[in-house]
């Protein structure tokens, strides 16, 4: 069975960090390309960040230089550090893998984790 297991969300306060963790299992995860993503309620789902397969990473505008993405292959999991965080952060964050490219598609998708940031 295919999982991917986000974790790590929370309140924090602007300005502060937050580091969110995916683990997966039931597929080869080393040669899967790994993003985050994330849904404010009343938006569409936007992508953050991804690592592909050869730990090539890539950000969205809006949170580059703040966030870093990394990835342990030995522990089949993706990690999300969050710095600098601002309210507009506030989202639940997905994470999804996808065979080659971060530009999709991705086909297997996590339960999401809640960041919220107050001012």
């Known amino acids: 069975e295919v999982q991917l297991q986000a974790s790590g969300g929370g309140l924090v306060q602007a300005g502060g960090s937050l580091g969110l963790s995916c683990a997966a299992s039931?597929?080869?995860?080393?040669?899967?390309?790994i993003g985050w993503f994330r849904q404010a309620p009343g938006t569409e789902r936007e992508g953050v960040s991804c690592i592909t397969s050869d730990g090539s990473t890539h950000y969205a505008d809006s949170v580059k230089g703040r966030f870093t993405i990394s990835r342990d292959n030995a522990k089949n999991t993706v990690y999300l550090q969050m710095n600098s965080l601002k309210p507009d952060d506030t989202a639940v964050y997905y994470c999804?893998?996808?065979?080659?490219?971060?530009?999709?598609?991705?086909?297997?998708w996590g339960q999401g984790t809640l960041v919220t940031v107050s001012s």
């Open positions: 999804a893998a996808a065979r080659f490219v971060c530009t999709g598609p991705y086909v297997y």
């Open positions: 039931g597929f080869t995860f080393d040669d899967y390309t």
